[in-house]
């Protein structure tokens, strides 16, 4: 397995005045081009801080993130970051927020008319191409969302990195919104990491589930690979023992090995 991202030996410490928290402790992670991969663990463990290094908005305290053989030291469009709280620019139709990323990635490049094609044809992957005019504050949670995934995936990222995308959304919007996601991965096969706090969710879009332990100094205490062939069907799912097996094997990860301390 060479690795398509490679995260060795991570270390990260937070100084505020006098004191130092080293929130993560060598945490060491590969992830094959095409590859699924959730990272779950307690609130506070340092799933984020994680996710923002391998984005290049954090630094390491020591050692690093290789992406195809290329250091990770900035952000960067190839890897492009969807958050919880969609981030859309609120004065911008959702064609102008997905059109931005284009042109930001694509302008020397394609042509205006090219430009313009690939926008919509992203609006359309997540189905939203009837509402390019309406700006955020016109539409509703999930939409908002589908269109973060679109103007992340306009930039053509090695790797899609998900803070907990679906975090803020009622239960059936999320999951129509992870059937979107788990089609469109199996359309482009793309290379995704995904933080989330939904055992189920976990289960459902992964490959492989990178399970941390409580921090300070969290690190990653086990690797599940999610043994379930593709397309997945959410409800033949409920009843198939390999699901419930993982699921359980998460369960017993999170509730009974490293249960949650609150801080003091
Ligand atoms: N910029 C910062 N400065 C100081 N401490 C920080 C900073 N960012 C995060 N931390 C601390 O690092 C720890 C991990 O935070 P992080 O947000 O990565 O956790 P998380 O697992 O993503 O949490 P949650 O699941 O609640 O979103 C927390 O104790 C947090 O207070």
Redesign the pocket.
Known sequence: MSGFLKIENVDKS?T?GAAT?K?LENVSLKVEKGQFVSII????????????IVAGL?SATSGGVILEEQEVNAPGPDRAMVFQNHSLLPWLSTYDNVRLAVDKVFRKVATRAERHQRTMRMLDLVQMAHAKDKRPGEISGGMKQRVGIARALAMEPKVLLL??PFGALDALTRAHLQDQVMALQAKLGATVMM?T?DVDEAVLLSDRIVM?TN??R?TIGEILPVPLARPRERVELAVDPVYLECRRRVLQFLYERHSYVE?A
Not at 41 to 50: D, E, N, P, W, Y
């Open positions: 937070f505020r928290t929130v663990g307690h609130s506070g463990c340092g799933k984020s801080t994680l996710l923002n954090l803070d907990e933080i706090h941390m921090g300070p969290a801080a």
